[in-house]
């Protein structure tokens, strides 16, 4: 995969987060998120490149732009998978809260899991940790197993869960070991990635949030060295039909992260909302700044790039 597409996808980050950042806090999220959504659509569309979306808005009924399976580029060029997420924490965006991302995961052609939008039970990781993981394995045993690859004691673990009543026996469990928690309200794809940054004080990500999300973090983890697990939660039959229809044969399968996120993958990031994972859109007089991060897994390359950016030298989003 063209290492150069890494840098034509940041601006489309850029141009999901400055438009859903107008609506920070005005309390709308459908209004905040259609903002990124249309940007990034528009801003696909000017890259060369023959694009197909099967992590995204949801099915096509259900949303008319950046729907799974949809076409976006200009056609010409390499064959890529997007999965991604306009405005992740809508609800942080429009609280004014904080850790909201516009965020793309990219793969060539079929290596990413047709995940349904279904629940999914997750474990991550960063390097140091990353062979100690196994979602197999009660949560009490994956943190002792953890805190001895780190060399800390256990007590000394941060664990990442989503504040959610179908929790409540996995915090039970957790607080029993010793270890400490950060309850989070939205955004476990951003949650995910803080445990390979090593100054976010995040060790652990543990619990049920979205399967389409645990694919996109999956990505970016890849190009970080560190490990991500999922397993399939289906409410419903439905769901479960839904799944077997997008190709995964076994509901209860745990999914390593190279069966997530195969071959080459580049992943791309913008703040939205200031949080631990990247600083927020700033406005200034005529234009805005801009934090995002940009990752390959072929080359473990990390870029941080600041962006500052004119509205009289850029096209309307």
């Not at 609280?95 to 047709?114: K, M, P, Q, R, T």
């Not at 045993?141 to 179908?166: F, G, H, Q, Y």
Request: hydrophobic letters at 40%; charged letters at 25%; glycine letters at 10%.
């Amino acid at each position: 995969m063209d290492r150069n597409y890494a840098m034509e996808f940041v601006r489309v980050t850029e141009m999901a987060a400055i438009e859903s950042a107008r609506f920070m806090g005005r309390g709308d999220e459908k209004q905040a998120d259609q903002a990124a959504v249309t940007a990034m659509r528009k801003m696909f569309n000017s890259i060369d490149f023959d694009g197909r979306v099967v992590i995204g808005e949801g099915e096509r009924d259900e949303a008319p732009m950046l729907y799974i399976g949809e076409k976006v580029g200009t056609g010409k060029g390499a064959k890529l998978d997007l999965a991604l997420d306009p405005l992740e924490g809508t609800t942080i965006c429009a609280n004014g809260g904080y850790n909201s991302i516009a965020v793309i995961a990219i793969a060539e052609e079929g290596n990413f899991l047709h995940a349904p939008d279904t629940y999914m039970e997750k474990i991550a990781v960063g390097p140091d940790a990353a062979n100690a993981i196994d979602l197999s394995r009660t949560a009490s045993e994956n943190l002792r197993e953890v805190a001895k690859a780190k060399k800390i004691d256990i007590s000394n673990l941060t664990v990442m869960i989503l504040d959610r009543p179908r929790h409540s026996e996995l915090i039970k469990e957790v607080r029993a070991t010793g270890a400490r928690i950060h309850l989070i309200g939205d955004g476990d794809v951003s949650a995910a990635i803080s445990t390979c940054m090593p100054h976010s004080g995040i060790d652990v990500l543990m619990g049920i949030g979205g399967a389409p999300e645990g694919v996109i973090a999956a990505a970016a983890i890849r190009c970080l060295g560190g490990n991500f697990q999922g397993r399939l939660k289906p409410r419903k039959q439905e769901e479960i039909d839904r799944a077997l229809r997008m190709g995964v044969k076994d509901v209860h399968k745990v999914w390593q992260i190279e069966e997530l996120a195969r071959g080459n993958v580049m992943f791309c990031a913008t703040g939205v909302t200031t949080g631990s994972f990247l600083p927020g859109v700033r406005f200034n007089p005529g234009g805005a700044e801009t934090h995002s991060i940009v990752m390959r897994s072929e080359t473990s390359t990390i870029r941080e790039i600041r962006a500052v950016h004119r509205f009289d030298k850029k096209p309307t989003y």
